[in-house]
């Protein structure tokens, strides 16, 4: 059974610019959540997706968006880089409906 | 809205001794609560849960008991390890909506000395 795997594991941006960052899900997960852990703190929740729609959003402006694809894979996109984007991107698989979500090593980004 | 307040670090201890991690939480009817931990470079791993009230989650010797009186979920272990030193979160999901979403503490640095 293949895990939750993201890519890439590090990045480095320079304010503005837009990233994109990617989630492979574990195995029959159809539901994928995306959270931002800053240095030092727990994860934020920023959205979740189901059946390649948005499911729920945490308070994350709209800069920051997502897509699902048929396969379940996901990518988080962020546009105009701010410094306090630079964070642990957290992708996160599970069943929809169960409450188990199985965590990718993440992306660290950095802006500059 | 939902939150989790956990005991503020970092936490140092030597081997063999016992651990307390002290979790509360807020939230709106009965949350599933969780206790992940991750090791320096890595993602966070599920090291535990319960769902309801007096569920008891176990794993690798840590404990944890969901009190609902006291809206605590405080992570134990009798006998720490080096391999236990990591950062340990408690977060909880809440019931309802179509959303599962995780709502986390903001972790507890654990520092195990040989």
């Known amino acids: 059974e293949t895990g939750v795997t993201q890519s890439p594991t590090h990045l480095i941006k320079t304010r503005g610019q837009q990233v994109t960052l990617r989630c492979s899900s574990q195995?029959?997960?159809?539901?994928v959540s995306w959270y931002q852990q800053a240095l030092g703190q727990g994860p934020q929740f920023i959205f979740q997706y189901y059946r390649e729609e948005e499911n729920g959003r945490g308070n994350f402006p709209p800069r920051f968006s997502g897509l699902q694809f048929p396969n379940y894979s996901s990518e988080l996109n962020v546009n105009a880089l701010e410094l306090d984007d630079s964070a642990l991107y957290l992708c996160?698989?599970?069943?929809?409906?169960?409450?188990?979500?199985?965590f990718g090593a993440g992306t660290r980004l950095s802006v500059l | 809205g939902d939150s989790v307040t956990q005991m503020e670090g970092p936490v140092t201890l030597s081997e063999e001794a016992f651990l307390t991690i002290n979790c509360t939480y807020t939230?709106?009817?009965?949350?599933?609560l969780f206790w992940y931990v991750q090791y320096p470079g890595e993602g966070l791993q599920l090291l535990l849960k319960a769902t309801k009230a007096d569920d008891k989650g176990s794993n690798k010797g840590f404990e944890a008991t969901y009190r609902k009186e006291t809206t605590s979920f405080h992570l134990e272990k009798g006998s720490v390890q080096v391999s236990d030193s990591a950062v340990y979160f408690c977060a909880l999901s809440a019931r309802g909506g179509s959303a599962r979403q995780l709502t986390f503490g903001s972790g507890t640095q654990l520092t195990v000395l040989p």
């Open positions: 996160a698989s599970s069943l929809r409906g169960e409450n188990i979500q199985y």
């Open positions: 195995s029959g997960h159809n539901t």
């Open positions: 939230a709106t009817g009965y949350p599933s």
